[in-house]
Structures are given as structure tokens and as C-alpha cells.
């Protein structure tokens, strides 16, 4: 059979399960004792495992099972939770994502096998085996197979007070409580599938309150070839027998009526157990109900299935083109000219306009992301990097829910993790310095999210030492990048901007200066070819925070258009700090720059005609000159243009790698009347 | 008797540059255009890199055959084609004085590079065909777009 068509989903199942596997690991260490986390690991597990199963990835199936094995014991209460378990299954979760990682790679799962995680979890399971005496084993205890033998006497099912209380209650409403042993003929292959269709037979007519062993065991096949049930039912003891023995290859069905209305039940045993196995149960009994649901593949059900559509992230771009020039034919119906406006064609364009932009709206939207799917693997991150130093550290992450377009959401992992492990590294201090600093031992990364207008803020901050701008200022000189005299007069903004330059960051690996620096120049042009900017803001011994600052959308963004002689550029209106008019004598020089007043602060300014070598005789200085001023992170500089054209909502379009080294200018866009304009670099300019 | 050559023989868009016929692989052409269009000017560029087109939603950079030659800069008549070329996921757009026809050669008609020298576009050269006493060079235009790659 050819699977490959269902590759595509397994893996993004798998990386859907897988993650929510590191979750709720994550969180089971933080609190061992907490069953539900518990719960919803083995049910991930065991779902991984269907599907492996079900592909043929044997591997895969193989290790979710032995993890299922130890993780059953868990939920038993047969063994305990230790940090070493849950690391050891934190190194499943990773050999699982190799295993992944390698079918999106090639379509197979590898060669490598985990033996030896295997070895591990079977050796935990022998730990139980050898002082199970005093745990608990319900199945063997309750019901053992080789114990009945042929005798046809089954022992009664130890009940728990819960299930005591409603088979009480079920009696007063007239139903009768059933136990059923079901034995199945020795050569039965499907022994899991023809219990399903057992249970789906007693569910015609009864509620399955109880099974031994429990569901998840006769699903995996977990039992010789009998298994018992208790069940609730008005219907005939003899109806029920019949309809159980029609099915194939049942040997023998015992059926016996369970009559007690004594609060002490005489199964009771075991009590410390019981609220455990109360959980079991009512995990059981979901189960069952969850089966009955979805009895395509026991395998691989899903509990709920929202109401989701998976699109091929190339569709999505298909439609937002579209879009895009249905925006770019609007402008131009808009600019049309020799056209009698009439009141009609003004509402026609003003409710084509509205049209437009709630489309592409809706477009961005569909394409939005939220940074979940980033932040969800920090975690795990800062949980190893924190321990490789030995230190420790809790990351709080909040905004969670933010949302950034696919396109931006891609890019933007590499620099955060670059950020969170700059922070776990160098800005994070040891323990014991903590201590002597009067700092809590726990050092706190933040990482927080939230939009703020048009942009995405995400925020990296720790309580670390900071950055020491002394020292890096000293490396300034040190590396002759300055003079020392120069460098004594850099406010310390301008000495953290040159922790971003490439120059610095190849330096020593771990210096000195709190060490920020490995990469940090990786981090800023990779923000900055997403449109965005870091900023820092830090305080020796307090801690420091990096500022990213992102565009919501790549692709349609509000510009201002501009006239530079002949030509029209477009200046991304986010980044526009204000428009301002100025006369010729306003301009002063210093050190060869032109700058002006601004505010009571000097602000350089560039002659678009210039710097673009924009053609045709530069018009004589004219009485006043429109200067914008656009401003990149706090810094402003200001630019003579010729011409304000307007605001307009324009289609970024990429200028295509062979124009892609052109530094002045990010992209292009279309206009209204078919020609290209371009899209200015603030960013690149402004330096 | 044609049929036969038919297979072996590759087709060449025949344009003009002065006085010189150059020929294009057919293969490698997606459209031509009639160059009636503004080209927006993309600062710090080389000279023969004339600008970006807006070709039904894609930004498509042009150069002019004539600079990257050598040759003087002319102005624009409503000869002047731009012939939008594809190498593999690249379009680039050349602005030529006029396209002629297309041609089949084959073996017999194409001469290989070595042969010939003092072209100025030399660099550029993959053979020369002979058709009627017509010279054609041909161009590679691999070389034209990588160069450029380099250059930029």
C-alpha cells in the first residue's frame, strides 16, 4: 500500500503530539505528582505509537512503547517519578524527534535504533517487577488468567468505592450490575479488534463502568484471551449472553450478577491505591466512551478535532498574491484619470476599497501564526542550557498568543534562541554569586510577546549582571576600533550598538564583558532583513532586556510615497516619525554631516537626490524643503525629498536575488499605474 | 528534407544590436515585449543594469544588451524590444534594438567560439552561426546573468 500519502500528516501529527509531549513533560517535572500531565503523556505516547504502527515506522512504535510501558507503571503508581526518568524520557522525546526530523528528511525513520532506551525503560520496569510485592497489581491480583483455568470460575473484580456507589445507584433506577468474563478462542489473532467489537456490543445495551485489564491494556493487546467487564444494564441476562456469543470466536462468556448494597463492598482492598485506580477508571471509562465516538482506528483517535482545515502554506501565498493585485487594480480604478466621477463610481470605489482591505485583512489573518509555535520549544531550551551550566533558571513567557505572519514566524527562531542562550550564558551570574549579590538563586529569563501597534514587540530580558559598558568600551579601544579619547565620549547606547557589529562579536568566545557579543551581529541583520530592530536597554547587576521589534505583515504595508526628481520611492510608513518643513539656512554642518535642530536635538539629514544619484539637475535650493524624518529605533535622520505623493497601501514585491545585494533598498512595489517603485531601506540609509 | 535536421536543430531568436545579428536560444525566452513601459531606475547599479520592470505582478530587472557591450546608448524607437529571458527560476529582461525572426541551426551552420575572435562581446559567446551568408553570434546567456551576478 503506498503511504505516502499520508506521510504528510503523520508528520505533522508528530510534531504536533511531539510538542505537546515536551510540554507536558516539562511541566510533569515541575510537578511530579500531577496525574493528569501524566495522563496526557500516555495518551500522546500511546497515539504516537498507533501511528507510527500504522506507517510502518517500527522504531518509532517500538520506543512509544516500552515509554507506555514505564508510564503505565507511573500511573500505577508502580514506580515513582524521579528527575532521572523524566530525563530519561525527555531522551525518548529527542530520539523521537530524530526519528521524525529523519522521515521529513528522507521518508524513513533511520537506522539508528533506541536500544538502548529501551534497555533503560525496561531496566525501570525489572526495578518494579522486583519489589512488586508491594505494589499493587491489579490485574494479576483481580483477575489471574492462568488461575481460572478451565474451571469456569472467575473471581469477583475488586470494586472501588466509586464504582461500588454506581453500581448502588444504578440499581435504584432499575439497572442490573453485570460481571462479564469473556474468554476468546485460543487462536484468535485479532484479539484487540474482537474485544472492540465486543465492547461495542455490550454498549447496545449496557455501560461499561469497569474492565480488567483496562481498556488501553485490550487495545495493546495486553491479556491472555479473557478479559472482564462490569456493566450496567436493564437488559436480560440471557439476551446479553446470547448476543456475546454470537460474535466469533468468543469460547465463553460467565456472566454474573453483582448485588451488593453495602457501602463496604467486599472487593475492597488495597485503599491507598484506590483513588489512584478511581483515576484509572474514570480514565477508562472516557476511554471507552471516546472509542465508541471514533471507531475508525483505535489507534490513532484524537479526542477532539477542532474545526481546522491544514493549508499548504504555497496556497495561502497564492491568495495573498491575488489579493495583492486586486489592491494594485483598486489604486489604479482609484487613479484613473479622464473619468467622470460621479457619486455612483466614488461609492462603487469606496465599497471596493473597504472590500479590499477587510480581504486582505482576512488573508493576514489566516496566514497569522502565533509565537507559540516558537516559544513552545524554549523551555526545553533553557531547561537544558541551565543545567549544562549549572545554573538555574526559569523562564516566564508570556503574550504567547501573539500573533506574527508564517513568513516572519519562520525567521524569527534562530535569533531567539541566539538572545535566551546569550542571557542563560553570560547574563544569568552562577549560583553561588547570586547568593553573595543578595539575588534569588533563581535567575529569571522573560520572554514576552504583545503587539504593539503595527509592530510585534517580542521582549528578552533576565535579572543577570548586565552589560558592563565600561569594559566594552575598553574592548573598543583595545580592538582599535577607537581611539581611547573617542571612545570616552560614546554614550553608552553607541557602545552597546557596537556589541551588534560584526567586528566584535568574532571575538574570544566567552569574554569577559559579559560575554554578549558571540553573534549578536547575526541576531540585528537578521531582524532587520525581516523589517524589524533590536534595541537594548540594561543596567549593571539588574539585568538586561533586548527589544525586537517586528512588522505585523511582510507583505502589504501603509507607505508614504515620495518624489525624488522624476522618481517615486516608498518610505514604510511605521518607520516615518514625522514630516517637517525647513528652509535651506536651518542646515548646519558638522564634521562634514548636515544636520539640523530637531527638538532641541541635532539630527543628520540626507539629500535623497544624492544619495540615490538620482538624475537631473538638482533644483536650485528651493525657499523651503520637505524634510522626513524617519526615525530607526530611537535614533531620527532626516530626508530631503522633492515631493510628498501621499499615503498609500502597497504590495511589497521582492526584487529577486538578482537585485538583492542593491543596499538602499529593501523591495518594490506597484503602483496604480503599472510602475514600480521602490521601496527605501530606513534602516541602511539612516547608518 | 528538413524532417531529419528538424531534431538536431536547435531554434535562435535573431535580434539586433547596430548593425550585428545576435541569436537566443528559444528555449530560454518566456516572452518579448514591446518596450513601452517606464523602467523604474534602481540606484547603485551598474550602468547597463537599466532598472526593474513590473511584468503582470513580477518585478523583473532589465539590462541593455548595448551598454553591457560596450556599445553606445541609444534612444528608444518603437523598434526597441525587451526580450524577457528565463534561467531557471531568473527572469531578466534584455533590451535589444529590434528581433528579427527565428532560425533553426543546426551543427553544420553553428561554428564553435574558438574560431572566431575580436568580438567585443566575446565574453559572452557561444559560437556563431552562418545562415545565407548571415552571421549570427550567438550568446551564452548563462554568462551574461552570472557575470552580472558577480559584478553586483
Known amino acids: ?687 | 528534407m528538413a524532417d531529419q535536421n528538424i531534431s538536431e536543430a536547435k531554434k535562435y531568436l535573431v535580434f539586433r544590436l547596430e548593425d550585428d545579428e545576435f541569436g537566443i536560444e528559444i528555449s530560454k525566452i518566456s516572452t518579448i515585449i514591446e518596450k513601452d513601459m517606464d523602467i523604474t531606475r534602481v540606484p547603485k547599479q551598474p550602468v547597463f543594469l537599466k532598472g526593474v520592470i513590473n511584468l503582470r505582478g513580477e518585478i523583473i530587472p532589465v539590462l541593455s544588451l548595448r551598454l553591457k557591450f560596450g556599445l553606445a546608448d541609444n534612444v528608444y524607437d518603437e523598434e526597441t524590444r525587451i526580450i524577457i529571458v528565463k534561467l531557471d527560476d531568473l527572469s531578466i529582461g534584455l533590451i535589444v534594438d529590434s528581433v528579427a525572426e527565428v532560425v533553426e541551426l543546426d551543427d553544420e551552420t553553428t561554428e564553435s567560439v574558438s574560431n572566431i575572435a575580436g568580438e567585443q562581446a566575446l565574453d559572452y559567446l557561444k559560437g556563431v552561426g552562418k545562415l545565407n551568408g548571415r552571421i549570427i553570434t550567438l550568446l551564452d546567456l548563462e554568462k551574461i546573468v552570472i557575470l552580472e551576478e558577480d559584478a553586483s
Open chain 1, 1 to 687: 500500500m503506498d503511504m505516502s500519502q499520508y506521510l504528510e500528516i503523520f508528520i505533522e501529527e508528530s510534531k504536533e503530539h511531539l510538542q505537546s509531549l515536551n510540554q507536558s513533560l516539562l511541566q510533569l517535572e515541575k510537578n511530579p505528582g500531577d496525574r493528569p500531565t501524566l495522563n496526557e503523556i500516555f495518551r500522546v505516547a500511546h497515539t504516537i505509537k498507533g501511528m507510527a504502527g500504522t506507517m510502518g515506522f517500527n522504531k518509532m512504535s517500538k520506543l512509544t512503547h516500552d515509554m507506555e510501558n514505564v508510564l503505565h507503571a507511573l500511573r500505577n503508581d508502580e514506580i515513582e517519578i524521579t528527575a532521572d526518568l523524566v530525563d530519561i524520557l525527555f531522551k525518548c522525546l529527542d530520539a523521537l524527534e530524530g526519528y521524525t526530523a529523519n522521515i521529513v528528511e528522507t521518508g524513513n525513520e533511520g537506522s539508528q535504533d533506541s536500544k538502548e532506551l529501551s534497555d533503560i525503560l525496561s531496566g525501570l520496569l525489572a526495578n518494579k517487577k522486583a519489589d512488586g510485592a508491594k505494589a499493587p497489581e491489579q490485574a494479576k491480583a483481580v483477575a489471574p488468567p492462568d488461575a481460572k483455568g478451565d474451571s469456569g470460575i472467575t473471581s469477583d473484580l475488586v470494586l472501588d468505592q466509586y464504582e461500588t456507589n454506581i453500581i448502588n445507584k444504578a440499581a435504584d433506577l432499575g439497572n442490573n450490575a453485570y460481571q462479564i468474563t469473556v474468554r476468546l478462542n485460543k487462536g484468535c489473532l485479532l484479539k484487540s479488534a474482537r474485544a472492540f467489537i465486543i465492547f461495542k456490543t455490550l454498549e447496545r445495551h449496557s455501560e461499561i463502568i469497569k474492565s480488567v485489564p483496562n481498556v488501553q491494556d485490550i487495545e495493546d493487546e495486553k491479556f491472555d484471551f479473557e478479559f472482564t467487564v462490569i456493566v450496567l444494564t436493564k437488559a436480560d441476562e440471557e439476551a446479553i449472553k446470547k448476543d456475546l456469543n454470537s460474535i466469533a470466536e468468543v469460547d465463553e462468556v460467565i456472566m454474573k450478577m453483582i448485588k451488593e448494597k453495602n457501602e463496604a463492598a467486599p472487593g475492597i482492598q488495597a485503599e491507598e491505591t484506590g483513588v489512584a485506580e478511581q483515576m484509572q477508571a474514570l480514565a477508562d471509562l472516557k476511554q471507552v466512551v471516546a472509542q465508541g465516538q471514533n471507531k475508525t482506528d483505535s489507534a490513532s483517535k484524537k479526542t477532539k478535532t477542532g474545526k481546522t482545515v491544514r493549508v499548504d502554506i504555497d496556497r495561502l501565498d497564492v491568495l495573498l498574491n491575488l489579493v495583492s493585485e486586486l489592491i494594485i487594480q483598486k489604486t489604479r480604478l482609484e487613479d484613473l484619470q479622464g473619468i467622470e466621477r460621479t457619486q455612483q463610481y466614488v461609492e462603487a470605489i469606496e465599497y471596493l476599497e473597504r472590500i479590499t482591505t477587510n480581504l486582505h485583512d482576512a488573508v493576514m489573518k489566516v496566514r497569522m501564526v502565533p509565537v507559540e509555535t516558537v516559544f513552545n520549544r524554549f523551555p526545553r531550551m533553557i531547561r537544558d542550557v541551565s543545567r549544562e551550566l549549572g545554573k538555574e533558571v526559569e523562564l516566564e513567557m508570556s503574550g504567547v498568543d501573539t500573533e506574527l505572519d508564517r513568513t516572519v514566524i519562520d525567521e524569527i527562531g534562530d535569533p531567539l534562541i541566539h538572545l535566551l542562550r546569550n542571557s542563560c550564558d553570560h547574563g544569568i551570574e552562577p549560583r553561588e554569586l547570586r547568593k553573595r549579590l543578595g539575588k534569588p538563586e533563581c535567575g529569571k529569563i522573560e520572554l514576552k510577546a504583545y503587539q504593539d501597534g503595527n509592530n510585534v514587540v517580542i521582549e528578552v530580558g533576565d535579572d543577570g549582571q548586565g552589560i558592563n559598558v565600561d569594559k566594552v568600551r575598553q574592548k573598543i579601544v583595545d580592538r582599535g576600533l577607537l581611539s581611547r579619547d573617542m571612545a570616552a565620549n560614546l554614550s553608552k547606547k553607541d557602545i552597546i550598538d557596537y556589541l551588534f557589529k560584526p567586528s566584535f562579536s568574532t571575538a574570544d568566545k566567552i569574554t569577559d564583558l559579559s560575554g554578549r557579543g558571540v553573534g549578536l551581529d547575526v541576531v540585528k541583520t537578521k531582524i532587520e532583513a525581516l523589517g524589524g530592530t533590536v534595541e537594548v536597554e540594561t543596567e549593571l547587576g539588574k539585568g538586561s532586556r533586548f527589544f525586537i521589534r517586528l512588522p505585523l505583515t511582510l507583505a502589504i504595508i501603509q507607505a508614504l510615497l515620495v518624489m525624488v526628481g522624476e522618481e517615486k520611492y516608498a518610505i514604510q510608513l511605521s518607520s516615518v516619525h514625522k514630516i517637517i518643513n525647513i528652509t535651506p539656512g536651518e542646515i548646519k554642518t558638522v564634521q562634514k554631516q548636515e544636520v539640523i535642530t530637531y527638538r532641541n536635538s541635532v539630527i543628520p539629514i540626507l539629500r535623497l537626490r544624492e544619495v540615490l544619484d538620482v538624475p537631473g539637475e538638482s533644483i536650485a535650493e528651493q525657499k523651503v524643503m520637505t524634510l522626513v524624518i524617519v526615525k530607526k529605533g530611537e535614533r531620527l535622520t532626516g530626508f530631503i525629498v522633492d515631493k510628498i505623493i501621499g499615503q498609500q497601501e502597497i504590495v511589497q514585491k521582492s526584487l529577486g536575488r538578482y537585485l538583492s545585494g542593491t543596499k538602499v533598498i529593501t523591495s518594490a512595489t506597484i503602483l496604480g499605474d503599472g510602475n514600480v517603485a521602490l521601496i527605501l531601506d530606513v534602516n541602511a540609509l539612516a547608518n
